[in-house]
């Protein structure tokens, strides 16, 4: 038996109890100390969570049941968690599973019989331009070809006792600007100074002298328009914020990427992080805000260590913390980390989340602005949007609006993956069409294979044809063509793709990681994922058809967030637009691809 | 005050009412799983969707606030047809064990089918497994299969009883509610989760598999387990002596009274009723046999005029009980008033009772304070037990008192020996009855009609629900029938007759019926 000696996280805990308003909120991170110290949560631990932040165990159980990255039990040291969403499947994912189970002699979702290494399957890691990848404790690595797989193989059946050594993954490749990416080039990290050197902090510089109405004046003027998916203009969301409420207002990051093929926000996180804080600041200070909250996602833990060491430099150098540069104003931001939950990057379900519960999206009305978190008035904002925001108030908002179309200014960073010659975050303006994304950014498919579908904003976006590809990535435009610009997820199928196969895929992230809130898309996620396995399996029948289309479409517009819509619309659309290819696997119980090309598994 | 209009109905409701309540007002039902008006808006079921017009969604009714001008229409084709994906989502994994869940025929998963869903089932897939027939408790079965997540349970123990034991751990499809591993619910309240629970997941293990639920009867009374007077309902079964044993009373019911227990009962109350079918004393018994009424009586009113002749009425003493109504109690009062000397008391030394700031109150007598308006707590029953003890009383009658439990077996014993006659008059056997000369049965409480006076000082009626058992009388006939043998006069031949004479004599009670206190109770 285990001794569980708590006495030694009391210092600790009282200093995350100290971080929040509520001490509900503190209920993750106190989670993640003991799950740091024990290697896993043992019921004592969620008992002694429970009392800090005055919950019943029982719900405290709740979330650490919910997260994915808390363990009840102990694991392996070494945890090899291998990704199995869209982007890596597409490049291989299966193969990697496949063989991590020959040479481990384990399959997924068990341990080595030492207790060392265990194994197991994940959604999307938002590391797609490495794709296939894994995790292996906190560390990310990728590209997993066979002398990647048996390099990790070897280090961690050697010296399990040791962290396995990763190379720094050679494909991350990024673009050089114009706006965002600047210095992506710096792969260590942008820090203070060199951020400074580069023009940095002007922005908050010339915001702090301004109103914060002239401040939401600008942003509105620079038509930036939320860029974690949603496309809401930022400045309109901003004047949202009641002047007359005598509550505090609150700033919170979304920082918890996950959406597949989408791995955009973690290059600002890793790469130029006081760009996001600058952002910030401005924002904070718009809003009238004096706390600020970055919900990071629970698995970038280099973001995060990064996130916290460019914050600990701001407040160093006095543009965090009381009297930001002389100017009176107050701003403190917290660090917070996620623990595995995608429906947490849902403005709502993060702040229940930050807010120490299930990531269930709330009822609205209330809206954040009006009663976010802790039924304060509240903006959420995703980190490219903010880290665009230092820019807008350097350059100004005419200069931002004009890269754009008339109803988007500025730029845009592209997360393109899957049968792309080079996967990768492109900048681009927003205005770029997905063909130059598909054949000038990521050079085209590999191999001289044909290309064939392509999701154009995050799994959630409708399906395109190879024939639907020169329209601009710009919200409107995407939104003409009858999918959407979303997170900006570019995911590139060649001619080799079963696409009975790749819903199977998408499909069984959104079972996956439906909160499980609202009965139609907890039941109607679950139950679309089994019919088309079932397709895929061989073993459809006549009706699967109109019967997943009548499901798909029972979802939408029924729930309280919008993620049954997202389950729904692959479904909707990889079936109308590769109908053909269903109604051959339904009849034959056959793929035909498999018969005329070398399919690639997915 | 917004006025809106649900399905061509218009009212004027007052602000920050919700469109699921304002329809009830106009007399719309809106079917609904997770909302509860006694528990905060959960919103996830999404059965009460209505269609609100210029609203490009369907709009959950139970979380939308009403707006002035609002239209509202339940009945759309968009409102039908979501209506009917919600159902089949609730029930694709649904186990759709109804003729072996207890829960059938009270079931709003079935109800509801029949009223909005009637679709033609499209589900083929294997049906996720969940645990079944867990015992999570004294009193609650929970059929994880069965659950529709509505979180009332998980609501009401977080909510109401603030004792936090239900969870839903897991996510999506994997969802499942649950208490925290090894923990039991076992809080004063647990048996309201079976009562809000809309499904089969969770159900009383003492109601558990006892009778159909189309089986009962159900008539409203007064729970008589403590001086909060819950309103309850009561289902009851006279029909099918092969059930349960033959026990007439199968389960009770919170029934909702705003101002005294809302939507809930204690488990004390709920579990409270065995008392109508168990343990009860059915015919009369003089010295351990069994006897008519009219010997019975006859041989007391006997002895009674004997100690009147002899001028020594003060050796006779009569004990009632907060137990009884005001009708029997203003009876005995009347009886005793008209032989004077006889010393009368409800005045008894508390028991430890449980108690909280929800509903339980440490005074487990439903009429307290109608023994203080009735003026009968005047003297202490102790000092009458003294005088037994030593000899002093002759006649001595204990109504619905358990001597043994509030002065000790040893006392009782002692004056069961010095008294001459003693009459022990109630519906259940005990300890004191059983050194009683003279047992009299009297009705359970549930057996007669007449009112109770709660710690608010709330009159409320019980209503006669079962007929009388073998041949137990209400006490007040008793009583009626033994001052007709005493040549007294009573002044009152019905139950309705009695009530309005105590009303006219006692003061706060003065003009009040029971019309006036109907189904709800009358303050006074």
């Not at chain 1, 998916?229 to 609150?250: E, L, Q």
């Not at chain 2, 979180?151 to 897991?170: A, H, L, P, Q, Y």
Request: with cysteine; hydrophobic share 40%.
């Amino acid at each position: 038996m285990q001794n569980f000696d708590f006495t030694k996280l009391e210092a600790k805990a009282a200093e995350i109890l100290g971080r929040y308003e509520e001490k509900r909120a503190a209920t993750l991170p106190l989670l993640w100390l003991v799950q740091e110290t024990f290697g896993h949560i043992p019921p004592e631990g969620e008992a002694w969570v429970g009392q800090k932040v005055d919950k019943s165990i029982a719900h405290v159980r709740e979330v650490v049941s919910f997260y994915t990255l808390y363990h009840t039990q102990p694991i392996g040291k070494q945890h090899i968690q291998v990704c199995v969403s869209t982007p890596c499947m597409l490049r291989g994912a299966k193969k990697v599973i496949a063989q991590l189970e020959e040479k481990l002699g384990i399959g997924v979702g068990q341990t080595t019989r030492d207790g060392k290494i265990t194994l197991s399957t994940v959604e999307c890691l938002c590391a797609c331009e490495s794709a296939p990848m894994a995790q292996v404790n906190d560390d990310y690595t990728g590209i997993l070809d066979a002398a990647a797989i048996d390099s990790l193989v070897k280090q961690a059946t050697q010296s399990p006792e040791k962290p396995v050594q990763l190379p720094e993954p050679t494909a991350y490749i990024a673009t050089d600007g114009p706006v965002i990416s600047q210095r992506f080039k710096n792969v260590n990290g942008t820090w203070f100074d060199a951020y400074v050197a580069d023009g940095g902090y002007q922005g908050a510089k010339k915001a702090l002298g301004m109103q914060p109405q002239q401040i939401i004046d600008e942003v509105i003027k620079s038509n930036l328009r939320g860029l974690g998916g949603a496309g809401f203009p930022t400045g309109k969301k901003w004047s949202f914020i009641p002047k007359d409420n005598p509550k505090p207002k609150y700033l919170v990051v979304n920082a918890d990427e996950g959406e597949p093929g989408t791995f955009k926000d973690r290059y600002i996180l890793e790469r130029d992080p006081h760009a996001l804080i600058e952002g910030m600041i401005i924002a904070a200070f718009a809003i009238g805000s004096h706390k600020a909250y970055i919900y990071i996602r629970g698995e970038y833990v280099r973001s995060i260590e990064r996130t916290n060491k460019a914050v600990a430099e701001a407040y160093a150098k006095g543009w965090l913390g009381k009297n930001i540069q002389g100017s009176g104003f107050d701003l403190d931001i917290v660090v917070h980390r996620g623990a595995g939950a995608y429906i947490c990057g849902e403005e709502t379900a993060l702040l229940s989340s930050l807010e120490g519960s299930k990531g269930f999206p709330k009822l609205k009305p209330p809206f954040p602005a009006i009663s976010g978190l802790f039924k304060s008035p509240t903006i959420v904002n995703n980190v490219e949007t903010l880290a665009s925001v230092s820019h807008i108030l350097r350059n100004g908002a005419e200069w931002y609006a004009k890269i754009g179309t008339a109803k988007q200014g500025g730029t845009r960073l592209f997360s393109v993956s899957g049968h792309v010659v080079r996967p990768g975050v492109y900048e681009a303006p927003v205005s770029v069409t997905l063909r130059d994304l598909i054949y000038k950014y990521g050079q085209g498919i590999p191999g001289g294979k044909k290309l064939k579908a392509v999701v154009p904003g995050g799994i959630s976006a409708k399906i395109l044809r190879a024939d639907e590809i020169d329209v601009a990535m710009d919200f409107d435009s995407l939104m003409a063509v009858g999918t959407m610009a979303g997170s900006g997820g570019v995911i590139v199928m060649d001619e080799t793709t079963c696409m009975v196969d790749a819903l199977k895929a998408a499909s069984h992230f959104f079972a996956d990681e439906s909160c499980g809130q609202c009965s139609p898309c907890r039941e109607g996620s679950g139950w679309l994922f089994k019919m088309v396995s079932r397709v895929s399996r061989g073993q459809g029948k006549t009706d699967d058809i109109p019967n997943m289309l009548t499901t798909a479409a029972a979802m939408e517009g029924k729930t309280i967030c919008v993620f049954a819509d997202a389950a729904a619309w692959p479904v909707q659309s990889y079936i109308n637009k590769f109908r053909s290819e269903f109604d051959h696997h339904i009849a034959t119980g056959k793929c035909d691809i498999a018969q005329t090309t070398a399919k690639v598994s997915v | 005050m917004p006025k809106i209009t649900i399905d061509g109905k218009t009212i004027e409701v007052a602000a920050g009412t919700t469109v699921i309540q304002a329809a009830e007002q106009v007399g719309v039902f809106i079917p609904r799983y997770c909302y509860h008006p006694g528990l905060s808006v959960a919103g996830n079921c999404r059965i009460c969707l209505v269609d609100v017009e210029k609203a490009p969604k369907l709009q959950i009714a139970c979380n939308t606030p009403v707006a002035e001008g609002m239209v509202v229409n339940t009945t759309s084709k968009k409102v039908t047809d979501g209506q009917q994906s919600v159902l089949e989502f609730l029930l694709a994994n649904h186990p759709l064990d109804c003729p072996v869940c207890d829960q059938s025929g009270e079931c709003d998963l079935q109800n509801f089918y029949m009223q909005y869903g009637r679709y033609d089932p499209r589900f083929e897939e294997q049906k996720n497994k969940k645990p079944k027939a867990v015992p999570i408790g004294p009193t609650v079965m929970l059929d994880a299969e069965r659950c529709v997540l509505c979180s009332r349970c998980v609501r009401f123990t977080d909510e109401i009883t603030k004792t936090g034991e239900f969870g839903i751990f897991n996510r999506g499809e994997k969802a499942e509610i649950g208490l925290y591993p090894g923990k039991t619910l076992d809080n004063d309240y647990s048996g309201n989760v079976v009562d809000i629970c809309p499904v089969g997941a969770l159900t009383d293990r003492d109601f558990r598999f006892k009778a159909r639920v189309w089986y009962l009867s159900t008539a409203p009374s007064v729970c008589n387990g403590c001086s909060q007077g819950c309103n309850i309902d009561v289902h009851y079964v006279l029909d099918r002596p092969h059930l349960a044993d033959g026990a007439r009373v199968m389960r009770l019911k919170p029934r909702y009274n705003a101002d005294v227990n809302q939507w809930w009962i204690c488990d004390e109350g709920r579990y409270g009723f065995k008392s109508a079918d168990q343990d009860r004393i059915e015919k009369i018994s003089l010295k351990g046999a069994v006897a008519a009424w009219d010997i019975a009586l006859t041989q007391i009113a006997t002895a009674v005029t004997k100690l009147k002749a002899a001028n020594q009425l003060s050796a006779m003493a009569v004990i009632p009980s907060a137990q009884l109504t005001i009708e029997d109690l203003y009876a005995v009062k009347k009886l005793t008033d008209q032989l004077p000397g006889v010393v009368c008391t409800a005045q008894v030394p508390p028991l430890p009772g449980k108690s909280d700031d929800l509903l339980m109150k440490a005074d487990k007598n439903p009429n307290s304070a109608g023994v203080a308006l009735l003026e009968l707590d005047k003297t202490p029953a102790s000092s009458i037990i003294e005088a037994a003890v030593s000899g002093q009383i002759k006649i001595l009658w204990v109504i619905g008192q358990d001597l043994v439990k509030l002065f000790g077996e040893e006392k009782v014993k002692q004056l069961a020996q010095k008294v001459e006659l003693f009459i022990y008059q109630g519906p259940n056997t005990n300890k004191t009855s059983s050194y009683a000369h003279v047992v009299l049965p009297a009705s359970h409480y549930l057996e007669k009609d007449g009112t109770f006076i709660n710690v608010q000082n709330r009159v409320q009626r019980i209503g006669k629900i079962l007929p009388a058992l073998g041949d137990s009388k209400a006490d007040w006939q008793i009583v009626a029938a033994l001052a007709a043998k005493l040549g007294l006069t009573a002044g009152w031949k019905s139950l309705p007759e009695l009530f309005v004479a105590a009303a006219a004599e006692v003061k706060p009670l003065n003009g009040l019926t029971y019309e006036k206190i109907g189904q709800q109770g009358f303050t006074v």
